[in-house]
């Protein structure tokens, strides 16, 4: 048996029962993370004409309201990467003690609009996904000493691991992070 495709008129129908059905949830999605209604109502458009794109170049979209969602996070990345005025430099963790730059210091300020929080909140999440993936060992050290302040040596003595152990520990756990916080910057870049 042959299989049909939809006509013009179908899926027209389609798209605006999707539109109607997404358009509120999509705009308060949207206007969580982005300040200036134009810029709201502008990603919105770029979202339903991909959504238009998508059907009339008859790609399946499986799960639309996802689909939605994920194209509207895209948009708001790709306004954030134009609007923001320096170019970020590579996310790193410091290394040893003597470096005086915190994690905190690597993302953006909490002051600086709603773009620069969104931004924070996606390079938040990512790390706590990435400090998931680390044997507990690893974490513990890498929380202990850069997120909690701790000193390696305070750790040690609470823990009865040596010092060398937790510098290795927490050098592992660096290098995973850096590795997979790449990503996220070169997705940004």
Do not use: C
């Amino acid at each position: 048996m042959e299989a049909t495709l939809p006509r013009i008129d179908e899926i027209d129908q389609r798209i605006a029962r999707t539109a109607r059905e997404m358009r509120a949830r999509l705009r308060n999605f949207i206007r969580r993370r982005v300040a200036n209604e134009d810029d709201v109502e502008d990603i919105l458009q770029e979202v339903f004409y991909e959504l238009v794109e998508a059907y009339r170049l008859v790609k399946p979209v499986e799960e639309v309201g996802a689909w939605l969602f994920r194209v509207a996070r895209n948009r708001i990345i790709d306004r954030f990467r134009k609007t923001r005025n320096e170019v970020a430099s590579p996310v790193r963790v410091a290394d040893s003690e003597a470096d005086d730059i915190g994690w905190e210091d690597l993302l953006p300020s909490m002051d600086a609009g709603p773009d620069a929080a969104y931004a924070r909140s996606v390079l938040i999440d990512e790390l706590d996904r990435a400090l998931e993936e680390l044997p507990v060992e690893q974490r513990d050290a890498f929380v202990g000493h850069e997120i909690e302040g701790r000193s390696f040596k305070d750790m040690a003595s609470e823990t009865g691991v040596s010092v060398n152990t937790l510098l290795s520990r927490k050098h592992y756990a660096v290098v995973h992070l850096r590795q997979r916080l790449q990503a996220v910057y070169d997705d940004w870049n």
